[in-house]
């Protein structure tokens, strides 16, 4: 990865989801502007995913904190966020990642199912942000990756997939705006099709995909990463309550 700039310096981020695809991008990005970086992952099945992407902040010079946590355990979040801010000493960067691609028919979605994304998606990210804020100092950053398919929805079968999602609108502007006062900015993220290992630029429903957008191609997950970096860094400091589409194109 390389040394790389020092706008982070000093500071300390928990990135959830961070052991591969775009999580692992936000990892390596906010690790090469110089931060601190603690992730979670959530099986030990990941585990030596997640020992390749410490040994690359590593690499940059920086510390790294791989936590085995699944977002859909609500005790789970919680010590993760006590665990990162213990490990690093710090913390004041929370970057909301963790997520799931449930798909299909909207009758066939199970009660379990059902719980297991809201719990994932929306919950974790009111659980981690209600813990962090005991840590996040004045100039702290909560920045949720939310989905393209929030706003708009080109095509069937992913009903709770962005019902989910679109949690994170709401409790971007409302946090923003109840934490305004203490100078903690929060915003969200919304990627596109991004070429990832849950998503393959190279997959069946590429092509299908790319027609969708205007630049008629995928972003890459650094591409997500340099928008979260803007927003946790200083060029980020008077944004907040507002959703950056990362999408090529196909909401436009």
Do not use: C, W
């Not at 490990?87 to 691609?101: E, F, H, M, P």
């Amino acid at each position: 990865m390389g040394l790389g700039m020092t706008e982070l310096l000093g500071k300390a981020a928990l990135v959830t989801g961070g052991s591969r695809g775009i999580g692992a991008a936000i990892v390596r990005r906010l690790a090469r502007d110089g931060a601190d970086v603690a992730f979670t992952y959530v099986s030990p099945a990941g585990k030596a995913k997640a020992q390749a992407v410490v040994a690359e902040v590593e690499a940059a010079g920086r510390r790294a904190l791989a936590i085995e946590a699944d977002a859909a355990d609500a005790d789970a979040v919680r010590e993760a966020v006590a665990r990162a801010a213990a490990g690093l000493g710090r913390l004041d960067i929370l970057v909301n990642n963790a997520g799931v691609y449930p798909h299909g028919p909207f009758e066939e979605v199970t009660l379990a199912e059902l719980d297991r994304t809201l719990a994932i998606h929306a919950r974790a990210a009111f659980l981690a942000g209600q813990a962090a804020l005991a840590h996040l100092p004045e100039g702290g950053r909560i920045v949720s990756i939310g989905s393209n398919l929030v706003h708009r929805v080109p095509f069937p079968g992913i009903v709770l997939y962005s019902m989910s999602k679109s949690a994170l609108s709401g409790f971007t502007k409302a946090l923003a705006r109840e934490l305004g006062p203490r100078g903690i900015t929060v915003n969200a993220v919304h990627p596109g099709s991004t070429d990832t290992d849950m998503n393959p630029a190279d997959g069946d429903a590429a092509d299908f995909q790319r027609g969708l957008s205007a630049l008629g191609r995928f972003s890459g997950a650094d591409d997500i990463a340099a928008t979260v970096a803007h927003l946790v860094g200083p060029g980020g400091r008077t944004i907040t309550g507002a959703e950056f589409t990362v999408d090529g194109g196909t909401n436009a």
